[in-house]
């Protein structure tokens, strides 16, 4: 067939929705085509056939103004398979790329068919040379887009189970990969193993009741490329920080049957949505990772596939020599101080919300999307996109949680962000750790820290519950490794141990990685429990890294982004039985003691009502630490003790909280009265919590005085209130 006998002009459309889509006109049925490339000379739709192998039509379609070429084509509806080309200048310090020889993926796209696997080498300018791209078409190896009827995937969606709206204060995180948390689950059906469909499953539901986990925080489900430096090495992109599209749930994680030879695209949906449904009947969201900072075309030489062949000057942030700014680390940030850019990023947010019912998002490099063009690539915790998800009716109310920094410059914005949102805080988790593992750390960064970190967020009527508390996630050691090694071990990414964090506060107990010694294997015990225990005694939102509960080790792998394999994949059949179990009680605990999870910022002072102080600092001798005391390193060693109840009622009990970090036994000084220990991390155990002042408990008696406390320990005591006299 003559390539130009098949060119028609579209009739003219309308410029909104964004994408192509159903549109009936004057009672024929038709697609309507937007497509955002104001510096284009041209914008082609390329219409395939029903296998997606041969092109049949090409519409022209019309420039409309403000950047947006549209067009209406009739005789076309749902299902139909497409892709685009744009025309225009090739004029590399511009930043103009155009090439009408790449068939492109349409940013709006809500399906695709076809395989991903090679396309990281689809480059125009391999060497960053700033040649003009060669002549050859590309379309047989890019996957084409699906129209879908936009109002039927609505309505699959009203069949998911309504949204457990968990309340901050009640929310315990579980961060986890879709394949790496059920790949190597013993229970799981073998055709359940690596899918959205198993980590639903009854196996997984039992252990996240168990855990007592309200919040599945998953990495990357939409659509992701491995990059080229990865399949050069044989290699793949498992956590998926490489996104292709933002609309389309990634097929890797669906059964076989429905990824097979003939991808059932309208199945994947399904399974995503089966999914969110059976953890939702369990009362569990789901909260996605999502990565609106960069794409996977990666810098200059990396692959035309999507946005670079559209208008590469107008979809990236750009410096004056056409290069791309790299505020990601990846190769590319995109501009989000386009308005279309800022569409693109709510219209994808809001069809996970609506057409797949997630509960809320978890915003990777954040401070990227907070660049604004205006004030030089400054970040603006009011930037445009904020502003907009604050407002919109479908987005406000879901979780919101940002990682607040980037590589750019002043990238670094721990607590910066407006209210409304909740941020990884990773003081939290260097503090912690150097508390407990024998780094430097004072009295005063634990207690800060401890308190939910008002020096961070108190601000703008922001509270406790906006700090995200982790020891470990994703990015760095597992709570195995980080007890097990002094050094990162990441020969196996195959960039000779360059990559990863280097500074990891971590401790081995004198042997570095695996050991057969007791003592050596109990102290990482002690370690561990201590570690958890301040997690989910600390005030803010507790976030577990799944397998760090039954000690999976990723061989001190630091930066396991690429190890599809058993180093990241979860060893459920040799986990630690009893530190999930230590785990399981620590929730419970959190749940019942008001203390252990305060919404509301600490005064430690007396109330109106007489009420003691609703926190006091303590040092081993009992008393409130001196200036010096709080910021000396070497001390390791600090007590308190909370007064609260459930908001809006008085408190039922008083809980002291003691960690000792140091190298011999104290004796810690407790306050008047008999108290109850209901928790010692030392030996891994909790006990029952007494009712009233005068219970027996079926734990150890009641302490007195000075008891001894023996390192590394974390220990909580409650002294029940008579009822109705809340006054020790």
């Known amino acids: ?179 790496s948390a059920t790949a190597l689950h013993p229970d799981l059906e073998p055709e359940l193993r690596g899918t959205w469909l198993g980590l639903a499953s009854k196996p997984m539901l039992e252990h996240y009741r168990k855990l007592g986990i309200t919040s599945l925080c998953l990495l990357p489900v939409q659509l992701h490329l491995d990059e080229r430096h990865l399949i050069e090495r044989g290699l793949s992109n498992l956590w998926g920080y490489n996104t292709l599209n933002y609309f389309v749930p990634d097929p890797r994680f669906a059964t076989p049957h429905a990824r097979g030879e003939r991808q059932d695209d309208q199945r994947i949906r399904d399974e995503f949505r089966q999914m969110v449904d059976g953890l939702h009947r369990e009362g569990i969201e789901v909260i996605l990772d999502v990565v609106y900072n960069h794409t996977a075309e990666g810098g200059a030489t990396g692959p035309t596939l999507s946005w670079r062949g559209l208008d590469h000057a107008a979809w990236y942030a750009l410096d004056e020599h056409g290069h791309p700014m790299n505020f990601s680390g990846c190769g590319n940030t995109l501009n989000l101080g386009e308005p279309h850019a800022v569409q693109l990023v709510m219209d994808s947010l809001r069809w996970w919300a609506e057409a797949f019912g997630v509960d809320g998002f978890r915003f990777d490099l954040a401070v990227s999307l907070g660049r604004d063009p205006r004030l030089d690539w400054r970040f603006h915790p009011a930037h445009a996109l904020f502003t907009a998800m604050a407002q919109d009716p479908v987005l406000a109310p879901l979780k919101h949680i940002a990682e607040p920094w980037d590589l750019g410059p002043d990238g670094y914005r721990l607590g910066q962000f407006l209210p409304g949102w909740h941020e990884w805080n990773d003081r939290f988790r260097d503090t912690v750790r150097a508390w407990w593992l024998g780094h430097e750390c004072t009295r005063g960064e634990l207690a800060r820290r401890l308190a939910g970190s008002s020096d961070r967020f108190e601000h703008d009527g922001r509270l406790p519950l906006a700090s995200i508390n982790l020891i470990t996630a994703h990015d760095g050691f597992t709570l195995a490794d980080l007890t097990s090694y002094r050094h990162k071990h990441n020969e196996a990414n195959g960039e000779d141990n360059r990559d990863g964090a280097d500074a990891n506060f971590s401790a081995n107990a004198g042997v570095e990685g695996p050991s057969e010694d007791p003592a050596v294997l109990e102290r990482r015990q002690q370690w561990r429990r201590a570690l958890l225990s301040t997690l989910f005694c600390a005030q803010g939102v507790p976030q577990l890294l799944a397998g760090d509960e039954i000690g999976h080790s990723q061989r001190g792998n630091n930066n396991a982004y690429c190890q599809d394999n058993p180093i990241s994949w979860i060893d ?157």
């Open 1 to 179: 067939m003559n390539p130009r006998a098949f060119d028609r002009l579209s009739e003219p459309g309308r410029p909104w929705p964004m994408g192509v889509t159903p549109r009936t006109l004057a009672g024929q049925e038709g697609v309507n085509a937007v497509v955002f490339a104001p510096h284009a000379h041209a914008v082609m739709v390329c219409v395939f056939d029903a296998e997606g192998h041969r092109e049949i039509e090409r519409w022209h379609l019309r420039c409309h103004g403000d950047g947006l070429w549209c067009g209406w084509m009739p005789g076309h509806g749902a299902g139909m398979l497409y892709g685009l080309r744009a025309d225009g200048p090739w004029k590399p310090e511009q930043g103009h790329r155009y090439n009408p020889h790449r068939l492109l993926i349409d940013p709006w796209a809500r399906a695709l068919v076809g395989s991903t696997s090679a396309l990281a080498l689809e480059c125009d300018d391999p060497q960053g040379r700033g040649f003009p791209p060669l002549p050859r078409d590309n379309a047989e190896r890019v996957p084409k887009a699906r129209v879908l009827d936009l109002e039927q995937e609505l309505c699959r969606a009203r069949s998911i189970a309504a949204r457990p709206w968990v309340p901050w204060s009640q929310t315990v995180l579980y961060e986890a990969h879709v394949k």
């Open 572 to 728: 459920w059949a040799r986990g630690d039985a009893d530190l999930c179990s230590f785990v399981a009680t620590l929730t419970a605990l959190r749940r019942e003691l008001p203390a252990l999870r305060h919404p509301l910022w600490f005064s430690g002072q007396w109330s109106e009502a007489d009420l003691p102080p609703d926190i006091e600092w303590r040092t081993a001798q009992g008393y409130p630490p001196g200036v010096d005391e709080w910021e000396q390193p070497d001390s390791r060693i600090l007590a308190c003790v909370i007064t609260v109840g459930e908001p809006g009622g008085l408190p039922r009990e008083r809980v002291m909280t003691i960690f000792h970090a140091g190298s011999e036994p104290a004796c810690v000084r407790l306050p008047e009265g008999m108290w109850h220990t209901v928790l010692d991390s030392r030996i891994g155990a909790r006990f029952p919590r007494p009712a009233s002042p005068d219970a027996p408990t079926a734990g150890p008696p009641g302490e007195r005085g000075w008891p001894a406390v023996v390192p590394p320990c974390l220990k909580i005591l409650v002294q029940p209130l008579p009822s109705g006299d809340p006054s020790p």
